[in-house]
């Protein structure tokens, strides 16, 4: 994500790092071209005039003309701006205590990711201790009752839903008393939406928020679409009242320009964004993090915490000690190939390791390597993955076959893992996080191919 933006604002402290003096003219430089990268960025003009105001105004001081290192003055300035800018700190869903039912409403436009944000959502919850149920209110299209179906279905979450309704608010009702008799705590309430602002769905959504009086209104919009994320939210906020904004697509949003220009326009804070597909692709915003991430400078914190949700810690640190040890097997890679395709997007995790972001792209990992390495892995037997010298070449043609890859792809396969088990035995010397471990395994996929 941000890929660009995160390129141009680097030229930008090039110009002023490493510098022991730096002058005025040098700051209106690396500001100017700060002001081109924010402006390419798709954020919007008035935040970009006032994110540079304040940053001139701010660097432009004592304190970065005297300071001890000028540039990392100033990048410290730029980061905590952004900071600011990107709504300071994370927002907490504000719901009540577990003995009392909450209701959250899922407010967007058609296709901007409401149905799979409030599985995502429940999701969440739920990991938290509390028992969401999702509510299916959009009832203009049958399929979306069923997509909702579904996808409950797959993270084990109960989903409310009447075939053929015509009245959402009906639906909330009925859905509500259910609750009551199943000892829900929280009600995810997906709603219709249309592919533009309308009366007719305002009037809806007003009717529906009346019924329901929602502890948080969240609209969910398109990281992609940029300014017109922003002033849909907008919009909304006007008609019905937001309590905050979920940002989807984020994965797919090189730009950040939605991101960066919301909190200052609308006055709401992001309090999620989407990072995929799948129900785990989905975060709480931190504005710090996120602005680390836009500087290019990595996000240890969020890396190590993701890393843990998906991994034991005990396993984690089984592996690094195997890793040290050279007793890491080809068994173990399976076990490794298996949890990376749980820990979704690949990309988010590479974005997040100091020195990495915007190194990669998501055709870095070929996803369908993956695939191949674990059909390969999984036609062995065990005993071969424990030891995989004696893997000849009869049982290389008979793995082969049993995964549909060829010979050489086996022998490729064995080669790799050879070479990955040096090279991360000196990165997990190196580095005493079982955590990074588990993510520097990722990075090796591709590289040593
Ligand atoms: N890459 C990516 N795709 C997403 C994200 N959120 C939703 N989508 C996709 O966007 C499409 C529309 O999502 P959906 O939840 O059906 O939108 P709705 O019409 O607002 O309910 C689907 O194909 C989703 O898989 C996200 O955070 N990242
Ligand atoms: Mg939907």
């Known amino acids: 994500m941000f890929e660009k933006l995160t390129q141009k604002i680097s ?35 008035r935040v970009v005039r006032r994110f540079i105001n304040a940053t001139i105004e701010e660097a432009k001081g004592e304190k970065v003309l005297r300071a001890v290192d000028p540039g990392q003055q100033f990048i410290k300035i730029v980061h905590d701006k952004l900071v600011s800018f990107l709504g300071d700190t994370k927002q907490d869903l504000r719901l009540k205590g577990p003995d009392t039912l909450s ?23 739920k990991k938290e201790g509390r028992k969401p149920l999702l509510v299916a209110c959009d009832l203009v299209r049958p399929a979306a009752i069923e997509q909702l179906a579904v996808l409950g279905n797959q993270i084990g979450i109960p989903v409310y839903k009447e075939i053929s309704a015509t009245d959402s608010v009906k639906v909330y009702k009925e859905a ?8 829900i705590d929280t009600m995810i309430i997906d709603t219709t939406g249309r592919l533009q602002i309308d009366e007719a769905m305002m009037e809806e959504l007003s009717r529906l928020k009346t019924a329901s009086s929602p502890d948080e209104l969240l609209l969910v919009a398109d990281a992609m679409t940029g300014q017109s994320a922003v002033d849909i939210a907008k919009t909304f906020d006007e008609k019905i009242g937001l309590t905050g904004v979920v940002l989807t697509k984020f994965d797919s949003d090189t730009r950040g320009g939605a991101a960066l220009s919301l909190k200052t326009i609308t006055g709401k804070p992001l309090k999620f964004v989407g990072l995929g597909e799948k129900p785990e692709n989905f975060e709480p915003f931190h504005p710090d993090r996120i602005a680390s991430r836009i500087l290019g400078m990595g996000d240890v914190v969020s890396l190590v915490e993701k890393a843990q949700e998906v991994i034991d810690q005990k396993e984690a640190e089984v592996l690094a000690k195997k890793i040290e040890k050279e007793t890491f097997t080809l068994e173990d890679w399976l076990t490794q190939i298996r949890s990376i395709k749980k820990m979704g997007s690949i990309q988010s995790m590479l974005d997040m390791i100091p020195g990495m972001a915007g190194q990669f792209s998501e055709e870095d990992i070929d996803k369908e390597d993956l695939k191949i390495q674990e059909a390969i892995l999984s036609s062995m037997t065990r005993q071969e993955r424990s030891n995989h ?25 064995i080669k790799k893992f050879e070479k990955m088990r040096t090279i991360m035995k000196k990165i997990t010397k190196m580095n005493k996080n079982p955590a990074a471990a588990q993510s520097m395994m990722s990075r090796f996929q591709k590289r040593f191919k």
Do not use: H, Y
Request: glycine residues 8%; positive net charge.
């Open 11 to 45: 030229d930008a402290f090039r110009v002023i790092s490493g510098k022991a003096t730096i002058t005025e003219k040098n700051i209106d430089d690396a500001v100017e071209t700060i002001k081109m990268a924010l402006l390419e960025a798709d954020v919007n003009l």
């Open 389 to 413: 010298l004696i893997i000849g070449s009869s049982r290389r043609t008979r793995i082969a076959r049993g995964s549909g890859t060829s010979v050489a792809e086996v022998a490729r396969l």
């Open 103 to 125: 209701v959250i409403l899922i407010l967007g436009l058609q296709g901007s990711g409401k149905t799979t944000s409030s599985a995502k959502l429940a999701l969440r919850l």
């Open 176 to 183: 509500l008393q259910w609750s009551r008799q199943n000892m």
